[in-house]
């Protein structure tokens, strides 16, 4: 079995910072990409940032210049630094990864439970 287990959530004040971190753990044999994602209440789920085993990365436009991910492949951790937060990204904050379980062919994709950042103005 897989887990992705966030941490790093919580209440911060407009214009502050917050690190979320994310572990993958079990039966692993490789972490392919790592992606963050978001909703906020009353909205769709979105992609936030994502970052492949080789370290390129992609972020959506509401946060290039704020938001920064990045991973440790020795640790199956990924992290998103969230600078200059603003109220509109108020939301629940979710880990996904694609993952290869030892004695498995093909990757599986899996979710973490999620942690709250809610940015106050």
């Known amino acids: 079995q897989v887990q992705l287990v966030e941490s790093g959530g919580g209440l911060v004040q407009a214009g502050g910072s917050l690190r979320l971190t994310c572990a993958a753990s079990g039966s692993i044999r490789s972490v392919n990409i790592m992606e963050w994602y978001r909703q906020a209440q009353g909205k769709q789920r979105e992609l936030v940032a994502a970052i492949t085993r080789g370290g390129s990365t992609n972020y959506a436009d509401s946060v290039k210049g704020r938001f920064t991910i990045s991973r440790d492949n020795s640790k199956n951790t990924v992290y998103l630094q969230m600078n200059s937060l603003e109220p509109e990204d108020t939301a629940v904050y979710y880990c996904?990864?694609?993952?290869?379980?030892?004695?498995?062919?093909?990757?599986?994709?899996?979710w973490g439970q999620g942690t709250q950042v809610t940015v106050s103005s």
């Open positions: 996904a990864a694609e993952v290869v379980r030892q004695y498995t062919l093909g990757p599986r994709d899996y």
